[in-house]
């Protein structure tokens, strides 16, 4: 039967695993079970290459018949970001080069490239974080106020307004999660099973109003008189 579709399933290793090909291996079976009509294959993304157990002992980058491959972030990566100096994307990726004299003299640049790109508030906060966390696992030794030196970063970055806006609204996220599962417990100790339009209106709604059903929950005779009726 020839494949209808094709899938990638794609991972990213940042440390060293000598089950991780194995791990891939079988989620590509399992998926593949479950999706007989798609081409599945599997794809490593290391973030250099003495992290894939098999490079480290002479192998090959593919295996499995070509299901499974191997993608080093160390063997490509300098030369992208020559080629794309502008790429925000790549811009944030640039910490995982090893070469940290020249990493010095860039980092304002790499800095700017985010903050000049074309892209939504909210994803150009999300990059510069991560650039500053990249920056970070780079040198280990460097202090807070020395990286932001390095990236010429006049404000720190925790108390821009985008991060905090950013901060703020993942806070509230992780609020709402937080009280939307106490909910559905309260409502499973009380009720039993609790159907999944209960679920999806629990979790769809906002804090003020979860707040009103955690205070209302003990005095309810039943979900529908606590969340309203369900659908007909």
Not at 11 to 33: C, D, H, I, P, R
Not at 35 to 54: R, T
Not at 154 to 160: K, N, V
Not at 172 to 190: Q, V, Y
Request: charged residues 20%; glycine residues 6%; hydrophobic residues 40%.
């Amino acid at each position: 039967m020839v494949p209808s579709s094709q899938t990638a399933m794609i991972e990213f290793q940042g440390q060293y695993l000598k089950t991780v090909w194995y791990n891939l291996m079988a989620k590509v079976a399992l998926y593949s079970e479950t999706h007989p009509d798609s081409e599945v294959k599997g794809i490593l993304i290391f973030l250099h290459s003495s992290l894939d157990p098999y490079h480290s002992k002479g192998g090959e980058k593919g295996s499995a018949g070509g299901l499974l491959q191997a993608v080093y972030l160390d063997h490509f990566l300098p030369e992208w970001l020559v080629r794309e100096p502008d790429n925000p994307y790549l811009a944030v990726l640039a910490p995982l080069v090893p070469e940290s004299e020249r990493l010095c003299q860039e980092a304002p640049k790499l800095w700017q490239t985010i903050q000049q790109a074309s892209v939504a508030p909210e994803i150009r906060g999300s990059l510069s974080e991560l650039l500053v966390f990249w920056f970070f696992e780079h040198f280990k030794s460097f202090t807070k106020k020395q990286i932001w030196a390095m990236l010429h970063i006049l404000t720190p970055l925790q108390e821009t307004r985008a991060y905090q806006e950013i901060f703020a609204e993942g806070e509230a996220r992780g609020e709402a999660r937080g009280k939307a599962k106490s909910l559905k417990h309260l409502l499973t100790r009380r009720f039993g099973l609790v159907p999944d339009w209960a679920t999806s209106r629990i979790e769809g709604t906002t804090i003020d109003q979860l707040d009103a059903w955690l205070d209302g929950v003990l005095d309810a005779k039943s979900i529908t008189d606590l969340l309203g009726s369900g659908p007909h």
